[in-house]
C-alpha cells in the first residue's frame, strides 16, 4: 500500500487503514455516539486533513453547537465545514451517486494542490434509512468513489442511529462498508461487497 494513513485514532485500535477507508457505527448509545464522533474529527484537524461534518439536524447552527458540545470547536478557516445531511447528500431531494462523484473530481484536485493530507467525512445517515429518493444505490456511490479518490485518501464513517433501521434493512447498509465500529473497536465487515464485484454484478444485470 502506498503511502498508508495514520492511525484512524479512536482510542481502540492502533491497525492502520486502507485509504478511503468507510466505517459504519450503528449507535444506540448516547455516550459511545459522542465519544467515537469526537475522537474521529480531532483526529482528522490533527492530521491536517479536510473534515467534513453532515448531521441530521434542522440547520448548521445546530450542528455547531453540537460539535461545541462534543469539545471540537470548528476552525475559523475552511479545513472543517458542517451541513445538513440531506442538502449534502441529497440536494435536489433525492440521491444520485453521479452528480455527486462528478462534483468532487475538481473539489479532489484543488484539495490536494492546496496541502490538505486527505478528506474526513462523519454523517449521520437516517435520510437513507427513512427511504429518501435514490438511497438504494449507496453502493453504486460507494463503488464510483473507490475509482475517484486515487491517491487522495476519503476516510468516511456514516453514524446510523439503530431507532431508525425501518426504511433500509440492516444488511444492505452493512454491504456497502468495508470496516464497522462495533463495540467500541474497529473491525471488519463480514457483510461487505467489494466494488468490483457491486458493479461486475450490474453489469450482468443490465
Keep these: 500500500m502506498n503511502n498508508p494513513r495514520q492511525p484512524i485514532e479512536l482510542g481502540f485500535t492502533e491497525e ?29 484537524l490533527k492530521h491536517g486533513e479536510l473534515v467534513r461534518y453532515a448531521a441530521d439536524m434542522t440547520s448548521s447552527e445546530e450542528i455547531h ?14 479545513s472543517f465545514s458542517v451541513f445538513k445531511a440531506e442538502s449534502f447528500y441529497c440536494p435536489n431531494g433525492q ?50 468513489l473507490s475509482t475517484v479518490t486515487g491517491d487522495f485518501p476519503h476516510t468516511g464513517m456514516c453514524l ?28 471488519r465487515n463480514p457483510f461487505y461487497l467489494k466494488p468490483e464485484e457491486f458493479l461486475a454484478e450490474s453489469k450482468r444485470n443490465a
Excluded at 455516539?33 to 474521529?40: A, L
Excluded at 453547537?65 to 475552511?78: E, K, M, N, T, V
Excluded at 479532489?108 to 435514490?134: D, H, N, V
Aim: aromatic fraction near 10%; include cysteine; charged fraction near 20%.
Design 160 to 187: 446510523y442511529d439503530a431507532k431508525h433501521f425501518d426504511g433500509i434493512t440492516l444488511f444492505q447498509v452493512l454491504q456497502v462498508h468495508p470496516y464497522m465500529i462495533a463495540q467500541g473497536q474497529i473491525v
Design 65 to 78: 453547537s453540537w460539535l461545541l458540545q462534543l469539545g471540537i470547536a470548528p476552525p475559523q478557516d475552511d
Design 16 to 44: 492502520v487503514l486502507p485509504e478511503s477507508c468507510h466505517m459504519c457505527f450503528i449507535y444506540d448509545d448516547e455516550a459511545q455516539r459522542q465519544k467515537i464522533v469526537s475522537e474521529y474529527l480531532a483526529a482528522g
Design 95 to 144: 440521491f444520485d451517486p453521479g452528480k455527486m462523484i462528478a462534483g468532487m473530481l475538481p473539489r479532489y484536485a484543488q484539495l490536494k494542490k492546496a496541502g490538505y493530507k486527505g478528506i474526513r467525512s462523519c454523517g449521520e445517515m437516517t435520510w437513507a434509512l427513512r427511504g429518501i429518493p435514490g438511497s438504494n444505490r449507496l453502493l453504486e456511490y460507494e463503488a464510483l
